[in-house]
Nanobody, 124 residues
Framework: QVQLEESGGGLVQAGGSLRLSCAAS????????MGWFRQAPGKEREFVAA????????YYTDSVKGRFTISRDNAKNTVYLQMNSLKPEDTALYYC?????????????????WGQGTQVTVSS
């Protein structure tokens, strides 16, 4: 069982930045691909970014390309989401997710383990 704990959310003005972190409990973290998803009130959960276990392959939804950067530190069992130039439409509950294997996917059903989420609120 993998336990995930997100942190780094908060309230920020439009144009500001936040850095989300997701710490995984298991030592075998390096064998897992990681993803970030978000869910705004009244909307379905959507893909934000994903990273392969090696860190060499990264994927982003179009609306965050050029603004968000996903990275990972396998020695710390942690994945990060650096969010710059934040917009009010980025407001959501952000979840990190893990799937065994080296390849990252952009669909939620591919991920086996989920964190509880961290709230990001961007004011205009």
């Amino acid at each position: 069982q993998v336990q995930l704990e997100e942190s780094g959310g908060g309230l920020v003005q439009a144009g500001g930045s936040l850095r989300l972190s997701c710490a995984a409990s298991r030592r075998t973290f390096s064998n897992y691909a990681m993803g970030w998803f978000r869910q705004a009130p009244g909307k379905e959960r959507e893909f934000v970014a994903a990273i392969s276990w090696s860190g060499y392959s990264t994927y982003y939804t179009d609306s965050v390309k050029g603004r968000f950067t996903i990275s990972r530190d396998n020695a710390k069992n942690t994945v990060y989401l650096q969010m710059n130039s934040l917009k009010p439409e980025d407001t959501a509950l952000y979840y990190c997710a893990v799937r065994p294997g080296s390849v990252a996917y952009t669909t939620a059903y591919e991920y086996n383990y989920w964190g509880q989420g961290t709230q990001v609120t961007v004011s205009s």
